[in-house]
């Protein structure tokens, strides 16, 4: 019934002339100004001013928390068209709006809530009165009664500035609830909206290909080959010039969505054509794939000092999602060369990008130390509560501040890097794979991890351990090994399986697989894929 009721309308919004009670409906069952903007033909602008000439705004309702046995007061609103507004206008405090990081979903969940929610205890100390707007139920279940006010919405331009009417805050913080936030502030800043913290400019600098190429140019940082393209055959012809294998993705994206290593010419037609929508205005990045170490860092800029709580290395190689990565701190195999490199970049890239705020910035090392840097994110990332709790530095908060204008220095932070840490901190992914038959649990690009756990101790093996107990993996040190390797692998991977071999354990794998370890001396029981009509595996 709810979706025919919703179908109705489309087809009444395409077919008859939008007349004021048409208009007055759509908006009570919640179509957005520019989906009635593309089914009638007109433009946001008219629709926008069609609504407020006749009086068709949103109001707050509060959200009954106590279930009508006696007033409610939690400070939770919703919107609705038509009624009266229950959210009373504040005076007095100084407000700022926090955007939280939208419906949970792979490739960003509690993490930007965390940030989203040290900013706010930051700014209630400051003495300002705190907005939040998030539409994911976990900011409710935890911690709707930390902001002044919790407004429950879609984090899309039209319904952010309904509230920003309502509340005339100071400004809005964008860089702290992941990419969906970071999105609306180019939109919002047409509207006047003070974007408090890392500004428009800086992160077009950052998020814009040509932008960002200039900066590495300017500032002498590597960074792998690459080209943003616009065209299938464009595509094509990048990856001959650059050579294969490379990496390719949609550009402003989230979690690695829809990104992929592609090997051929064959497989970057299949993908150009199938995964991604390519046109002008998104292109598509093609980038020379590095085979080598990741590592990332995580940094507050204030304008003029930067600085870098800890080093992040991954166990997993180039080609993984970090968010999919095991991620430890301190590094463990970097050279201080190479170490001395990625500070003096993240140095330079945070002044040179006007980054006031929180960054994150992966790089590649290569086999000659190399250092090459893949990507900037002008905004706080998946590890900042990590790198948080292991260093005892709480990068939200000193963000905040900065923000606020209270530099590092004032802070009491003078140095870039500080001592690292003696004990181990490893980060391991959790999976929700176990739960789904079938399905074939490959890591790529694209992250499929849900959550993460924590494990620290003074040996580096023994927080390893303790972070794959604690994320659910069972360690057992005897039985079988079962091993299903891609061609290209085969060699990296050998030296790993014979270890196994000598602990004791029993090697089974794939027929390809098992024939390859026989003919390096290996004894393997061959076992028949699922695709190959067996239910052996």
């Not at 048409?22 to 908006?27: N, P, S, Y």
């Not at 970057?268 to 080598?292: C, F, M, S, T, W």
Request: hydrophobic share 40%; with cysteine.
């Amino acid at each position: 019934d709810k979706i025919a009721i919703l179908t109705e309308m489309e087809h009444a919004l395409e077919t008859q002339p939008l007349t004021v009670e048409l208009l007055k409906e759509a908006k009570r069952i919640e179509f957005p100004d520019n989906v009635i903007a593309r089914l009638t033909g007109k433009t946001e602008e008219e629709i926008k001013k069609m609504r407020y000439d006749n009086g068709i705004k949103a109001v707050y309702k509060m959200v009954d928390t106590c279930a009508a046995e006696f007033a409610a007061s939690t400070p939770y609103y919703y919107s609705v068209f038509g009624g009266e507004c229950e959210a009373k206008e504040t005076t007095g405090r100084k407000k700022v709006l926090v955007l939280g990081s939208g419906p949970i979903r792979i490739g960003q969940g509690i993490e930007f809530d965390y940030c989203s929610v040290h900013a706010t205890w930051a700014f209630s100390k400051a003495g300002y009165e705190t907005i939040i707007i998030n539409n994911n139920p976990e900011t409710v279940s935890t911690d709707f009664d930390i902001a002044d006010k919790l407004y429950f919405e879609p984090l899309t331009t039209e319904d952010v500035l309904n509230v920003l009417e309502l509340e005339k805050p100071l400004g809005v913080i964008a860089s702290l609830g992941g990419q969906t936030a970071i999105n609306l502030a180019d939109k919002l800043k047409e509207f006047d909206v003070n974007i408090i913290g890392t500004g428009v400019e800086a992160i077009e600098r950052a998020e814009n290909r040509d932008s960002f190429e200039k900066i590495l140019k300017k500032l002498n940082i590597p960074q792998p080959e690459g080209y943003a393209v616009t065209k299938i055959e464009d595509g094509v012809r990048a990856a001959n010039e650059i050579g294969y294998p490379v990496l390719v993705r949609p550009s402003f994206v989230l979690g690695g969505r829809a990104m992929q290593i592609v090997g051929s010419d064959d497989t970057l037609r299949h993908y150009l054509e199938n995964a991604v929508r390519i046109d002008e205005k998104q292109p598509v990045l093609v980038d020379k794939y590095i085979v080598g170490k990741e590592c990332e860092v995580d940094a507050v800029c204030d304008g003029t000092d930067v600085f870098v709580p800890g080093i992040m290395e991954l166990i997993e190689r180039t080609g993984i999602h970090s968010g999919d990565s095991i991620s430890v701190y301190p590094s463990f195999s970097l050279s201080r060369k190479v170490k001395e490199t990625i500070l003096d970049y993240t140095l330079k890239l945070g002044k040179g990008i006007g980054i006031v705020g929180l960054y994150n910035i992966q790089f590649i090392v290569d086999k000659d130390d190399n250092v090459f840097v893949i990507e900037v994110n002008p905004r706080s990332s998946r590890t900042v509560p990590f790198l948080s709790k292991a260093t005892g530095f709480s990068l939200a908060d000193i963000a905040t501040l900065v923000m606020l204008g209270k530099s590092l220095k004032e802070q009491g932070l003078t140095e870039l890097y500080p001592e690292e840490k003696k004990k181990w901190y490893v980060k391991v992914p959790v999976f929700s794979f176990s739960k789904i038959h079938g399905l074939d649990a490959y890591l790529s690009p694209e992250m499929k991890s849900t959550g993460e756990a924590i494990g620290y101790d003074e040996k580096f093996t023994r927080a390893l351990y303790k972070a794959l107990q604690a994320s659910g993996m069972n360690v057992v040190n005897y039985g079988t090994v079962f091993v299903t390797i891609a061609d290209k692998d085969k060699d990296e991977a050998f030296p790993l399986i014979e270890r196994f071999y000598r602990l004791g354990f029993n090697i089974e794998a794939t027929t390809g697989t098992a024939k390859y370890l026989k003919s390096r001396g290996i004894k393997t029981r061959a076992k028949k894929k699922i695709s190959d009509g067996s239910e052996e595996i």
